[in-house]
């Protein structure tokens, strides 16, 4: 098949992680009952975005994967007969950990996890003091309505990660997020970092012909500080937005997506054609000095 009925989850959380994984059950029901076939919910959905401070105490929001909230949405894919793709803070052993997302197939079936390869280290984001860099590589996932693939928040940046999932056979790339705006900014400034942030995205779209899904949480967090920006959206392979949800609300979309247009972009538009993959060697270098 080649329509594709995407649910993407953008929501507030609080700090009771039973209450939100629940209130994040309750929204993949509603996009089901929508006629979502696959759906996205945000990075670490179960918590409050908790890399704003470097706190031990926060490593015991971890858990394994598969565990108990895979089993648990498992049971739920199942139900529904929906794909639901779930970003959550991966214990791996003792001292080791990760953000991964796990990826349920429509029968419930647990497909594996990607974990997030870049980790960013900035001002109320301090990942690196939470998580293992990724050392499963980029991964796709061949679900019951399309093959997926998933990369997390700070990778949404990085051309190559795009790249390289969408060589591997990914049909559309979602991108479960956490980024807002600090309350102190000016709106010019949120407005360019917002625009920026979608037009990299749009970017991977057009460059790969590919679909992009990217799901975004919403509402106020530490302590009113950082206001998290919403504006999930949905770009098809040649950069048009299908739909952008609010900067303020809580929603459950439901878009239909054509995978059967990447052929279409992809003949008209031959960059993947014209690639000249043996001129790319420079890329695996830091930094190429003049000499």
Known sequence: MSIVKTGLVQMSCSAD?????AKAI?????????????VCL??????????????????????????TTTDTLGAL??????????????KRTQGIYHNTTAVIDADGSY??????????DDPAYYEKFYFTPGDLGYKVFKTKFATLGVLICWDQWYPEAARITSLMGAEILFYPT????????????????????????????????????SVNRVGFEQDGAMKFWGGSFVSN???????????????????????????????????????????YQPITKRFIDED
């Not at 497909?111 to 960013?120: D, Q």
Request: aromatic share 10%; with cysteine.
């Open 77 to 90: 894919a199942k139900e529904l007969n929906v794909v639901i793709i779930a970003s959550l803070f991966e």
């Open 178 to 213: 956490a980024i807002g705006w600090a309350t102190s900014q000016d709106e010019a400034t949120n407005t360019e970092q917002y625009n920026a942030w979608q037009t990299i995205q749009r970017s991977h779209a057009v460059a790969n012909g590919v679909h992009v899904v």
């Open 237 to 279: 392979p040649f950069g048009t937005l299908l739909y952008k949800a609010s900067h303020e609300e809580e929603e459950v979309i439901v878009v239909e997506i054509d995978t059967a247009k990447t052929d279409r972009y992809r003949t008209h538009w031959p960059f993947m054609r014209d690639r000249r993959i043996d001129s």
């Open 17 to 21: 992680p039973k209450a939100n994984l």
């Open 111 to 120: 497909l594996g996890k990607y974990r997030k390869m870049h980790i960013p």
């Open 42 to 67: 945000q990075e670490l959905f179960t918590s409050l975005y908790f890399c704003d401070v470097e706190d031990y105490e926060n490593f015991k929001l971890a858990e394994t994967i598969p565990g």
């Open 26 to 38: 309750q929204k993949v029901r509603e996009a089901a009952d929508k006629g979502a076939q696959i």
